[in-house]
């Protein structure tokens, strides 16, 4: 139950995060006992670098506390969407931060919106738009493969997440999201192998006026298809974006100071060089990497005009 509110104290059957290192974090359920292979009960120890973690011993610890490994230590840390990210357990390919906070931005996702996403896969995006949607609103999110319909669920029920969202068994693109839906969603995310015939199901279950449709793409074929449908179905401000995340570097370079004299002293070819600059000046600079982050793929995002508009 870690993710609706923020809490105090790691309780029995939390989701915790144990970060490392900024390239070692991951996800524990804080129970003191686990099923082995052979379905046989054990306790519960998690192994890491810096040694084995005894999970009971980090029950009832605060949140943000430090807490020791047999050859290290770590901090436990309550989940949020950027850190499940992280650490899920990938049942597909997943989105990441950088595409998720331009989907959530593009779509207006905020208290109250009512979502429609597919598929679900590994609910990587459910959980931020399900921060951004209460205490309000709700995700109604599908996916045609029966396990991962289950799984997240599980997942969101496990989370504290339950009453906000209903994942549900349904290939869209054959059998669109529901008549009981029409007309009802703010929003449309869809990131599936055929987005393109999902989009007339799509347009009836978004409100009338105003609705955003968000898709990604992992190539640019896909997105054409993408955006010819939305043309075709009426939707307007059709636009093509690509996230591409650009890290500073950020230097300590050191840089002779000008010594005037000097300069002045060297005017002449002939004359001698008698002095060296002496004093050196250390500066924090900041530069484009040489290499960047590669392509995830595009996000193509519209909006729904009014009927008499269409
Ligand atoms: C790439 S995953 C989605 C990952 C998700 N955005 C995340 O961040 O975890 C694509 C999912 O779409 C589902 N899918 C593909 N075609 C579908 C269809 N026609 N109807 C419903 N789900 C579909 C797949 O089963 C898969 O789980």
């Known amino acids: 139950m870690s993710f609706a509110e923020p809490k105090a104290l790691i309780a029995e059957g939390d989701t915790v995060i144990l970060y490392l290192t900024v390239t ?12 082995n292979k052979k379905g046989e009960l ?5 192994q890491t670098n810096f040694g ?18 047999s050859k290290g230590w770590a901090h436990v ?11 899920l357990p990938h049942r597909t390919q997943i989105l990441y931060t950088p595409d998720i906070s331009m989907i959530l931005y593009q779509l207006e ?9 597919s598929g679900t896969g590994s609910g990587s ?10 205490p309000h609103g709700f995700l109604h999110t599908f996916d045609f493969h029966e396990e991962r319909v289950q799984k997240a669920q599980d997942e969101f029920n496990g989370h504290g997440l339950g009453e906000y969202v209903k994942v549900i068994h349904r290939d869209v693109c054959e059998n669109g999201f529901g008549e009981e839906l029409n007309g009802k969603a703010d929003a449309v995310f869809l990131d599936l192998p055929a987005p393109q015939l999902a989009i007339p199901h799509a347009a009836k279950v978004l409100k009338d006026a105003g609705g955003r449709i968000c898709s990604f793409s992992p190539c640019i074929e896909q997105s054409g298809r993408v955006c010819e449908a939305l043309e075709q179905y009426g939707f307007v401000d059709i636009v093509n974006l690509e996230v591409l995340q650009i890290e500073d570097v950020v230097r300590t370079k050191s840089i002779p100071v000008m010594d005037l004299e000097f300069v002045k002293y060297k005017k002449n070819e002939s004359d001698k060089e008698t002095k060296t600059p002496k004093e050196v000046k250390k500066y924090i600079t900041s530069s484009a990497p040489t290499t960047m ?6 996000l193509t ?4 005009p009014p009927l008499f508009a269409r």
Do not use: C, M
């Open 77 to 87: 840390l309550q989940p949020n969407p950027e850190l499940w990210t992280q650490t």
């Open 42 to 46: 054990i306790e519960h120890v998690f």
């Open 125 to 134: 995006l459910s959980h931020y738009f399900l921060r951004a949607i209460r």
């Open 293 to 298: 982050a590669g392509h995830t793929g595009y």
């Open 52 to 69: 084995a973690l005894k999970v009971k011993d980090i029950i009832g610890v605060q949140y943000g506390s430090k807490v020791e490994l």
């Open 109 to 117: 996702i905020k208290p109250g919106s009512i979502v429609v996403e």
């Open 301 to 304: 995002v519209a909006e729904l």
């Open 24 to 35: 070692s974090v991951y996800a524990i359920e804080a129970v003191p006992q686990i099923k």
